[in-house]
């Protein structure tokens, strides 16, 4: 189909919403050189921290805890290699855009963003797990995304999925530096938007519709990702995180706290009908995503479905998360990782929530000061990556699910640089290349410091080569 141009409806969504967007609150630089809240699940945009997800809260509050309890340590049925997965070269023509990288634009050096969050002191000690082979890099540098691009599109991966944080705040000032050098790549773009204001449930659409204005129709739709089904139907798809959230929250002393961020689910549903009334002639569709697994209230919301982001949720209990799906007539992505490995928290106040996260897969600590540590750490990543790509491809390709009824396909992967929870694929140093200096942080690089390229690499070609 031909791509729309819509400069007539957007010029009437400015009259209609006064002629512009209300701006977030803009972080200090200072703020990242904090500790962690008192409680970390809540998110804090001023200093874009986004807290926990939607399926964090609903554990924390003690909702669908039954889909998740003890599913991540028994064994199950690989799904193998059938005729499903093969077909989806046939069915989507353009595939590699159905692979999104998880990508966050927000690393800054003068001065310094994120890689001081947590009271981390760079350029040696930063805020992440492993040292990234192009040290810590600041995310409107041309050079540095210029890097990412080429090893994103070596990888056969064709998307990306940008952290947004509001306009004109920092991710967004550096949208258009990614997407021209994207572009030069054959990249498209798309965006996952963060819980960056108390009041997203009345601004979800405006939101939106200045992403696909400003990210689109003005740079006449050279790389916004618009996804095709199966059915040739086309359309822009768009993620949320900590959408779905509960009205309060109790922490570890039994306080009970209203949650901010909590939006009525009809609130949701008022947006997204308006956001799709006013787009119905310009696309086939638009699919808005939650990162919440309770179906009743992401059908009560309006969501197209889910897109689960965090990698506990481990691939064994993707199967009942899919059938939940199906019986709810929603969508779902799973997505490809290799676990994380969070950075711990230094000097944490005597009264903080906060409880380090164990490294998954293995849930167990590792002596990283040995070798054989960091084999084993790199031999269970390379499996959860094999693991949750099969997965998703199976479970998405199932003819009975709701993603096979209605040609639907998207795996994203977490993450090409969130370095602050150790999801990244971006290539780290090789654990022999470090120096004394990093060395004496205590960083866990792999022995091989690109391999969960590497492994990418390697199933989506195999994907491809099996049609």
Known sequence: MSRPTRRAFLS??????????????????????????????????????????????????????????????RPRESPGRDRRPRRLPALFPDLRRHFVFEYYPWYGTDPWFHWNEAGRVPPVDIAASSYPVLGPYDSRSTTVVERHARWIADAGVGAVNLSWWGRDDFTDRAVSTVMDVMRAHDIHVTFHIEPYRTDRGDHLAEDILYLVREYGDRRHWDNLLLLENADGRTGPVFKLFSAILQRTSTDCHGVTRPVAHYVEDSGWRRQLDLLRAELRSDFDHVTVLSDSLDVARNRASGFDGFAVYDNFVAPSTWAKHAASAAAGGLLFSFNVNAGFDSIRQRDVPP???????????????????????????????????????STTVSLQMDVGSSNGKRGFFLACVNSFNEWHEGTQFEPMKAARDLTTDERAVGYHNAPVGDYRLQSVRRLLAGLVGSE
């Open 12 to 73: 009437a969504m400015a009259a209609l919403t006064g002629g512009g967007l209300v701006r977030p609150i803009t972080a200090s630089p200072l703020s990242w050189a904090l500790p962690l809240p008192v409680d970390p699940i809540f998110p804090v945009p001023a200093r874009r921290w986004h807290g926990g997800s939607s399926v964090a809260f609903a554990l924390r509050n003690g909702v669908c805890g039954d889909l998740l309890q003890d599913a991540a340590r």
């Open 351 to 389: 009264d903080s929530c906060y409880r380090p996260t164990p490294f998954e897969p293995g849930g167990r600590e590792f002596d990283w000061s040995q070798d054989a540590s960091r084999e084993e750490a790199m031999r269970l990543g390379a499996e959860r990556i094999d693991e949750s790509f």
